[in-house]
């Protein structure tokens, strides 16, 4: 194996002016988790989705799921800018994450219902995180977590609305 293929990844220091590097870290890897994991959720209710509304909700979910698995990289791609080290282990994911998987297989109902409330949830901790990000003089972190905020509320709207039917 050459040398080049040896080289371990890690923490690093980066220098811009960000402070309270840690809990950025911190507050981006619980996104990204949560992220993660309801791109599972999405997908599979996606794949398990029945009755008059299964076409409407099959495509909706599909459109979000993508857009998340999207955004996991880029919320990734911030920490490792920040020099912290994203999750390696679905075992961090599912740690960090407060996206819990159905007790029993859900009503097309149920399943719109739960999304909308995970969706919530994100949109909660990301507001958070913008706070955080604000004060550690982290405009990139806060951009980026005002753009994952209003796709998550927007998400959380869609889906309830199709609940009214």
């Known amino acids: 194996m050459t ?26 890897t619980d996104v990204l988790a949560d992220t993660y994991r309801l791109v599972f959720k999405s997908h599979a209710y ?11 909700i099959h495509n909706l979910t599909e459109m979000q799921y993508e857009d998340m698995f999207a955004a996991a990289d880029e919320l990734a791609e911030r920490i490792r800018a920040l020099g912290r080290m994203a999750p390696m282990r679905f075992s961090e994911i599912a740690e960090s994450s407060v996206i819990v998987d159905p007790e029993e297989t859900p009503s097309a109902g149920e399943m ?32 980026l977590c005002t753009g994952r905020s209003a796709f998550h509320e927007k998400a959380a709207w869609m889906l309830r609305s199709i609940a009214k039917s």
């Open 46 to 56: 996606h794949w398990n989705v029945e009755g008059p509304l299964f076409y409407g």
């Open 112 to 143: 719109v219902e739960q999304l909308a409330d995970d969706h919530e949830r994100v949109a909660h901790r990301l507001k958070a995180l913008i706070a955080i990000a604000g004060e550690a003089n982290d405009p990139v972190t806060e951009d």
């Open 3 to 28: 040398e080049a293929l040896k080289v371990v990844p890690e923490k690093t220091g980066v220098e811009t002016g960000v402070r309270n590097i840690d809990a950025l870290a911190k507050g981006l």
